[in-house]
């Protein structure tokens, strides 16, 4: 039968050029966000997490920005070069004394040489 | 640290059959989650312990489904019968509770392929 599968939104950049992933999150009780990079035939790795007491947190070459009001969480990514290729997730807990993790449908990053 | 271990990495078998995947989180780590990924459905947790107590499972399917966690060092994720639409990536991932408490880190999965 016909394979219908989620459509993933996908971003391309050129080498070199500053890359922006948005993510809506839905839970308004959030307090804890990641953003997770899976490359291909991988498991998801860990790029930097945000809490809901904080706008904006820095790593290496990466910035997650949180905006509370209108529940948005972007990355952004400094000079991507073609390592960064793969699909990104924002991923939301819920808060109280749960540990899970809600993530999102993904992002795919084609960076161009 | 090896990471979280999974095995197999890839399962091909049989509708009907039973499928058992495995999972050793990383030692000291006292929460571990089993997710499945699909096209269709993206990434789904399916359920995840503490202290090896299962504490939510309202992410597994249906009863064919069962997990395990004997021991601190150890899960298994059960398929039986396995069925076409089981087929999927299925990802173990572990987490401490202290420190960042909702990091997880994941293994590399099993593919899963139900013919």
């Known amino acids: ?113 | 640290d090896a990471g979280v271990i999974q095995s197999p990495r890839h399962e091909v078998t049989e509708m009907g059959q039973e499928v058992t995947l495995r999972c050793k989180p990383i030692s000291g780590h006292d929460y571990l989650f089993w997710y499945r990924q699909t096209m269709m459905r993206g990434l789904e947790l399916l359920i995840y312990f503490n202290n090896n107590v299962p504490i939510d499972d309202s992410g597994m399917p249906e009863d064919r489904f069962s997990a395990k966690m004997p021991n601190a060092s150890f899960s298994t994720l059960k398929i039986q019968p396995s069925e076409p639409r089981d087929s999927a990536v299925y990802f173990c991932a572990s987490s401490s509770g202290t420190g960042r408490p909702n990091e997880q880190f994941f293994g590399p999965g099993t593919r899963l392929t139900v013919l």
């Open chain 1, 1 to 113: 039968g016909e394979n219908v599968g989620l459509h993933l939104p996908t971003l391309s950049v050129q080498e070199g050029d500053n890359s922006i992933i948005n993510c809506a999150y839905s839970n308004s009780a959030s307090d804890y966000f990641i953003w997770y990079k899976q490359e291909s035939g991988k498991g998801p790795q860990f790029i930097i997490d945000i809490r809901s007491n904080m706008d904006k947190r820095q790593g290496q070459r990466v910035t997650v920005l949180l905006n509370k009001t209108v529940k948005h969480l972007s990355l952004q990514i400094a000079a991507t070069q073609p390592g960064d290729s793969a699909v990104y997730f924002c991923a939301e807990n819920t808060g109280g004394a749960t540990n899970k993790l809600i993530f999102g449908t993904g992002t795919l990053l084609a960076v161009q040489p």
